[in-house]
């Protein structure tokens, strides 16, 4: 797949999330249920807002111990009934390279490496770990092969 490849100013946003550990043969049944239990958590029912995402804290990426924080943006006013595990926090913005990725999950690992290639070859860093935002995916009852995955990885924003 050619992926294209974008730089965008995110802003900072208020979110509730679980941070958790799983195997890649459990990260599915994970997020599924720590995103149920984010949603629940947030008062109005109505307060959460965007497409849910993940924060992906172990790099290498090691599929026998996923260290990621699950969760969707609400607005300033929601009110969290923060409980073991889930907490509500600014995710920082600042500027980003990323990608969207069309397709299964088992096949996003071709836009990290295109993402990464490209931060490279710009002269770029990354400052932190990668984010994927789920605009379409198994919650919404599409086939693996309609999901649309972005991915958003922070960067330094300077050029050499």
């Not at 629940?40 to 990621?68: M, Q, T």
Request: glycine share 10%.
């Amino acid at each position: 797949m050619n992926y294209e490849i974008r730089v965008k100013q995110l802003p900072a946003q208020v979110v509730v999330t679980e941070r958790c550990h799983a195997t890649l043969a459990e990260l599915g049944d994970t997020m599924h249920a720590t995103l149920a239990k984010v949603a629940l958590s947030v008062e109005p029912a109505g307060a959460a807002r965007g497409a849910p995402f993940a924060v992906y804290y172990n790099e290498p990426f090691r599929p026998e111990d996923i260290d990621v924080e699950l969760g969707v943006s609400v607005t300033p006013r929601a009110k969290v009934a923060e409980t073991k595990g889930v907490h509500r926090r600014e995710l920082a913005g600042g500027p980003v390279a990323y990608t969207v990725h069309v397709g299964p999950y088992a096949t996003i690992g071709a836009a990290y490496e295109a993402l990464y290639a490209w931060v490279g070859d710009h002269g770029l860093h990354r400052t932190g770990p990668p984010r994927e935002i789920y605009f379409v995916g198994p919650a919404q009852g599409a086939r693996p092969e309609d999901y649309r995955t972005e991915i958003d990885v922070p960067i330094d924003g300077s050029r050499p």
